[in-house]
């Protein structure tokens, strides 16, 4: 089972880099995928690391194969999130129908709305009055998209 919080973690981690790294248009596609891969990967590694660390300082023991299988289950989450980057990217690359740019700009656009769905299912499945967790849950899921889109037009001008 999918698991919200590394979901909305790595969804905010992807949009701040796009954010970030795209800031230029000189950017290739080899720089692309090293900005979706590169901050996945290391937060994937990281969060194995502090939950392993997190498990074994609770339980004073390590963890056995099924924790050890739910550690790596919630850290490859953040690598299920390169998916679509990658794919985006690669076919930008092959078809040459967009540019590196045009990829990561699209890649921040659908990070957006996946942290808006992400935000509306999690207070779906929150609240009892299911329609009002779900409006809830998507606002502070916009909200958090603006910061990131201020820290865009900050950093741009």
């Known amino acids: ?5 590394p979901l909305i ?16 248009t000189d950017v290739d596609f080899g720089d692309a995928t090293g900005m979706v891969l590169g901050p996945m990967v290391a937060t994937a590694v990281a969060h194995l690391f502090s939950s392993w660390l997190g498990y074994v300082n609770s339980h004073h ?4 194969g099924a924790d050890r299988r ?12 390169t998916v679509v980057p990658l794919i985006i990217i690669g076919l930008g690359r092959v078809s ?8 990561l700009d699209t890649i ?6 996946f942290l808006l769905v992400l935000g509306a299912a999690s207070g779906w499945h929150s609240s009892k009055r ?13 909200v958090v998209g603006l910061i990131v889109t201020v820290l865009k ?5």
């Open 70 to 81: 739910h550690l790596l289950w919630h850290s490859a989450h953040f690598l299920l999130l």
């Open 96 to 103: 040459g129908l967009w540019s590196a740019y045009g990829a």
């Open 9 to 24: 973690y790595g969804t905010v981690i992807i949009m701040t880099v796009m954010v970030v790294g795209a800031d230029d």
């Open 61 to 64: 023991h390590m963890p056995d």
């Open 1 to 5: 089972m999918l698991d919200a919080e």
């Open 108 to 113: 921040s656009d659908l990070a957006f709305l």
């Open 130 to 142: 299911k329609w009002r967790g779900a409006i809830l849950g998507g606002l502070v899921a916009i």
């Open 153 to 157: 037009v900050v950093l741009e001008h």
